[in-house]
DNA sequence: GTGTCAAAACCGACCAGCCGGTATGTCGCC
DNA sequence: GGCGACATACCGGCTGGTCGGTTTTGACAC
């Protein structure tokens, strides 16, 4: 993929405006107005409007997977891995927390095929997710009283729901926030010491 | 048969609709010809398009804060309480899961005014659950080393997240999906008895 | 340096089509 | 004969996308 200002300014842009309004009720005259260049030359680095959405995307999965594959590598107890996972997805949306709203927002726009790439790669990202609290049931340290699709969703919930509550202007810091919701979601999975 | 039912047809259609491709992406043409009426008639029930929507809250809304009432109304213990409302909400919001989407992804689409009128309403609501919480704590029964808006946003990811993942068809029933992420978050609420 | 020239980058007027909304008319019923 | 409940044709405005043309860039010869 070619770097170039333009490209980089459009792509800027249209997350903003994406978040704000929804990705259909942003038209391309506004995305091309708020990047300062026009609709010719945004046209010649991009294909379509839903070409845009989708680079969104993209940058968005590559950039998650590449950090769970990092810190799975870098090893340690299941209990440690998983919660170096919650913690830096959180704060990864945190810090794009724009483009994650986009994401959940925005799936259904995308072109059907894109869709359903999307959906592979983020299907494939949770089930390396739930492997990990498999794995932690198997050591019986996670409770296995609640299907596992279920712990992950709770899990992911929380990510997704940052944008809805999360100001980065606001006193909570990000690192904490990160740490304490990770915190809850362990807290909950771990198993009770009631008798089975 | 054809008498009153025109408006009702029109609202069940929109929200379908609108759960399905979102507001500003389903024209007025679409829910029309889905209702099985004429534009005509639906512009004789509603003023605009803006207006179907904000009915699609207004139900929603009122809704919920009927059960909430009635809940706390019933009265109990404040973990009873808190209990009934989070499995209340859950169920609700699995009865209503296609209002729910709708409620989440377009709130940005409806007129300034409306939307302050909706986040005040909703704002009302947290308020109330915030109560439930604060009380607990003051009881010594609930954590209090997490901000207060933190756990309230950690339960109500839940509910946004449900339209994410449950399927009606799928094998979970709905009250022990209710119950379930009940006891997730009433978990990671409570105090762990770790000595102080 | 300078001239050459093709390709890449960029411009902006333009288009067909759909959008939400309306004006006017028709119909059956009190 | 008036009034509420619809139907239909229509409107200006905006949409995503196109296209012929112009400018900028960069490699190369001299």
């Known amino acids: ?27 391309v005259q506004q995305i091309v107005e708020a990047a300062g260049v026009t609709k010719g030359a945004m046209y010649h ?78 299907r494939a990202y949770h089930d390396e997710f739930a492997e990990l609290i498999s794995r932690g049931q198997a050591e019986g340290m996670y409770r296995s009283d609640i299907p596992l699709a279920m712990l992950v969703s709770h899990f992911f919930s929380d990510v997704h729901y940052l944008s809805h509550w999360y100001s980065p202007e606001g006193p909570e810091d990000k690192t904490l926030v990160a740490e304490q919701l990770t915190d809850l979601f362990l807290t909950s999975l771990r198993r009770t010491d009631v008798a089975t």
């Open 45 to 122: 680095y991009f294909e379509s409007k839903d070409d845009l959405l989708f680079g969104i995307y993209e940058r968005l999965l590559t950039l998650q997977k590449a950090h769970l594959d990092e810190i799975i590598a870098r090893g340690g107890t299941t209990d440690q891995v998983l919660r170096a996972v919650c913690i830096d997805v959180l704060e990864t949306s945190i810090d794009s927390m724009e483009e994650g709203a986009v994401f959940f927002r925005s799936l259904n726009m995308l072109s059907a095929p894109r869709q359903q790439e999307v959906t592979r790669r983020r």
């Open 1 to 27: 993929m070619k770097d170039s200002h333009v490209a980089d300014d459009v792509t800027r842009a249209a997350v903003e405006l994406f978040a704000r309004q929804g990705y259909a009720n942003t038209s």
